[in-house]
């Protein structure tokens, strides 16, 4: 069965330092993959999405992320986070049979001053 | 703006009780789902619709019921509502297909059972 792992549930950067957050699926063929994002109080926002092609990603808010299939990764990066962002963060993939998420845990980024 | 409307933000409920979940979107999406999001749990799917009248169960369906007797809106049921089903609860829409499109989510409703 299809899943996600978040290894990290917590981080804290400093503002203006770069991120990373891991983010390792389980999956038998080409999976499509998605990163969220959640601020306190609020649903979930897209942040991108992968399903084929460039395996470079670029989404909203200056996230990107690159799927590795040799790794079974898909990471998501900023160059420069800004407090705004401290939020937190779902990887998830669809499941094989209908259009059905599985997410991971979240990691929730803490950004400090 | 495109938008899926949970009618509440904050409920508080007595055990036993019956409780519902309303939700509601603007996009025409066909697939709607329940999901539950617990700390260092992320979202476990509750269950899924995918047509008027059509569901499926998910994940964790014990305990909730669903009823989707029109296209725009989703309801959740909790038939008697206990302590360990207190969590936040998110709905979502998507058209229908492999994920192309994502899901767009709503506000949620933290409901806490006493």
């Known amino acids: 069965a299809q899943s996600v792992t978040q290894p990290d549930i917590h981080i804290t950067v400093s503002e203006g330092a770069s991120l990373e957050l891991r983010c390792n699926y389980s999956y038998g063929a080409t999976p499509y993959l998605f990163w969220y994002v959640q601020s306190p109080g609020q649903g979930l926002q897209l942040l991108l999405k992968y399903f084929s092609g460039d395996t470079l990603v670029q989404g909203i808010k200056g996230f990107e992320a690159e799927f590795k299939r040799s790794q079974s990764s898909f990471n998501l990066r900023k160059p420069s986070v800004h407090w705004s962002d401290a939020a937190e963060y779902f990887c998830?993939?669809?499941?094989?049979?209908?259009?059905?998420?599985?997410f991971g845990a979240g990691t929730i980024l803490r950004v400090k001053s | 703006d495109v938008k899926v409307t949970q009618s509440s933000r904050y409920l508080v409920k007595r055990t036993g009780e019956k409780v519902f979940l309303e939700c509601v979107q603007d996009m025409d999406h066909e697939n709607m789902f329940w999901y539950r999001q617990d700390p260092g749990l992320g979202l476990r799917l509750i269950y899924f619709?995918?047509?008027?009248?059509?569901?499926e169960k998910g994940d964790i369906p014990e305990g909730y019921s669903v009823s989707r007797e029109k296209k725009e809106r989703f309801s959740l049921i909790l038939e008697s509502a206990s302590t360990n089903q207190t969590s936040m609860y998110l709905c979502?829409?998507?058209?229908?297909?492999?994920?192309?499109?994502?899901?767009?989510f709503g506000s949620g409703t933290r409901l806490t059972v006493v």
């Open positions: 998830a993939v669809v499941r094989e049979y209908g259009n059905k998420l599985v």
């Open positions: 619709s995918y047509d008027v009248k059509m569901k």
């Open positions: 979502a829409s998507s058209f229908p297909g492999t994920g192309n499109y994502g899901y767009t």
